[in-house]
């Protein structure tokens, strides 16, 4: 900043060298293209704050405004042409212009230099350096230029190495518009080492000498104005930048969408697919499962009155076993049917209550005892007293389906054997058969529903319907069933139920 007060402040300077001198005197002249120069550039940066709300632009046009008045007044022009009603108002009044002329200076260095984001305690000195300029201005009003000058001068060399010190550490920091501010500065300080040394003797006196502070001061002007159109270059890289930021972050946001949606879409493809395949699947069980049983009941009658007509009652005892086996398997697998049908459209009552799980067990080994007296095979009970806290419905359907599967693949003259344990808060319900066994690639896709089908020990098929519905019923629960098995030695199917209510139930969804 041209820092004009510097000229009262360390120079003998008169204020009123320039008042009364013709105007083709060359100092008039050049103190004529300093004002015309100071002006434009206050009016071009003012026009660039009204469009950019960019405070250094104000405190920049402030600096200069207040600059020009001091100089008008250091030059005793004020006098001349705009309070010559009151002369001695030269004597003190440019004191008041300098304070804030010195005010704007350091609040411009501030700003421009960015001293808040670059260094935080820099930019509180500032403040002070601030403060103190404007101390100047308040004091000027009530003190005389003998008792205030010892102030300015010491104000000004506190202030004047402060904005180069600051420009320096910010450029090293890496800001790179601090580097045109130290170069705006040189003009000023060579001007002002020039006027220092002519007034030791070291320089002859001559216009160039005499005038070198204006000089310097009108060129520091050039290069800060020329040091803020690179400040609003840096804008404007800053603003492509912001932008090229957000479409960035448009297409990521995009890409991501697009990511998203794909999962969905392969989520909703694969849901297709299985449900596709669990429709080929249900016609396929009514295609096999469902025939098989009409198929042996078909010419029935004939036979029975066949048999009847000869007297051959064993054949006829026969036949009422098969009628028995064909009408059980038939209503296991209808009622397996429509179990799986109500599950897909999420059509399953859910209740659930606390009840004696061995209740519940016996109830069901009463439906199955005709089914495994026929195969010779023995249900031992082992189950014990215990709450389960179910929906008592597809907890029956639970145990109907895993304890036909025991009967199934048990042998003629084994056993199936039941038992309860608790543990924690879980009940469990152990069914043991002694079946066949079953491999490790069997086991992991017990209950998905994609097994083939599977034959019992007197030919009885199955596709795992039944399995598939006693996971989603445990689930529905809150419970978990799995299988351990080796073959050969049969297999255990153990189901774990919630023993009593939990704090909070859980939401019941049926896909």
Same mark, same amino acid.
């Given at each position: 900043m041209v820092n004009t007060h510097l000229t009262t402040f360390l120079s003998q300077q008169d204020p009123n060298t320039i008042a009364g001198a013709p105007p083709t005197d060359p100092r008039s002249l050049l103190l004529g293209i300093v004002y015309g120069l100071m002006i434009i550039m206050a009016v071009y940066n003012f026009l660039i704050y009204v469009s950019l709300k960019d405070r250094a632009y104000l405190l920049y046009v402030g600096v200069v405004v207040f600059n020009v008045l001091t100089i008008i007044a250091i030059n005793g022009l004020g006098k001349q042409y705009f309070w010559p009603s009151t002369p001695e108002l030269d004597g003190i009044i440019y004191l008041t212009f300098a304070g804030l002329s010195m005010y704007c200076s350091s609040r411009f260095a501030a700003v421009f230099l960015k001293l808040k984001e670059f260094d935080k305690r820099m930019d509180l000195f500032m403040w002070v350096v601030a403060g103190l300029s404007l101390l100047l201005t =308040? %004091? &000027?009003?009530?003190?005389?230029?003998?008792?205030?000058?010892?102030?300015?001068?010491?104000?000004? =060399? %506190? &202030?004047?190495?402060?904005?180069?010190?600051?420009a320096i550490i910010t450029y090293r920091k890496g800001f790179q518009p601090a580097l045109f501010y130290i170069i705006a500065w040189i003009p000023y300080v060579l001007g002002l080492l020039t006027r220092t040394m002519h007034g030791a003797g070291w320089l002859p006196t001559n216009f160039v000498v005499l005038n070198s502070l204006e000089i310097g001061g009108s060129l520091e002007i050039v290069l800060l104005s020329f040091a803020l159109a690179y400040r609003i270059k840096g804008m404007r890289k800053e603003i492509a930048e912001k932008e090229l930021e957000k479409e960035q972050f448009k297409t990521k946001l995009l890409e991501e969408q697009k990511i998203v949606l794909e999962q969905k879409v392969d989520e909703r493809t694969k849901e297709l697919s299985e449900a596709n395949a669990t429709k080929d699947k249900f016609f396929s069980i009514i295609a096999h499962d469902l025939r098989s049983p009409m198929i042996a009941l078909q010419g029935v009658g004939q036979k029975l009155e066949y048999f009847i007509r000869k007297d051959r009652?064993?054949?006829?005892?026969?036949?009422?076993?098969?009628?028995?086996?064909?009408?059980d398997q038939l209503n296991h697998l209808l009622n397996n049917l429509l179990n799986w049908a109500a599950s897909q459209t999420g059509g399953i009552p859910h209740h659930p209550d606390t009840f004696d799980l061995k209740m519940l067990v016996e109830e069901n080994i009463e439906l199955y005892q005709s089914l495994a007296a026929s195969k010779e095979i023995q249900i031992v009970n082992q189950i014990q007293s215990m709450n389960a806290h179910a929906d008592l419905n597809t907890t029956s359907a639970i145990i109907r389906n895993v304890l036909s599967n025991a009967i199934k693949f048990t042998l003629s003259g084994g056993k199936v054997t039941i038992s309860n344990d608790s543990i924690g808060k879980q009940s469990y319900l152990m069914i043991k058969d002694e079946g066949p066994g079953m491999d490790q690639t069997t086991l992991k896709n017990l209950f998905s529903g994609d097994m083939k089908s599977i034959t019992g020990s007197r030919g009885e098929k199955g596709f795992g319907l039944g399995l598939k519905l006693c996971k989603e019923f445990v689930e529905m629960n809150g419970g978990e069933i799995k299988a351990e098995s080796v073959e050969g030695q049969g297999s255990t199917f153990i189901v774990s139920l919630p023993s009593k209510a939990q704090s909070i139930e859980k939401s019941i969804e049926i896909a």
């Open positions: =308040l %004091l &000027s009003l009530f003190l005389t230029v003998e008792q205030i000058t010892p102030y300015g001068r010491w104000l000004v =060399l %506190l &202030s004047f190495p402060s904005y180069m010190v600051v009652q064993e054949k006829l005892l026969e036949m009422g076993s098969k009628i028995d086996q064909s009408i």
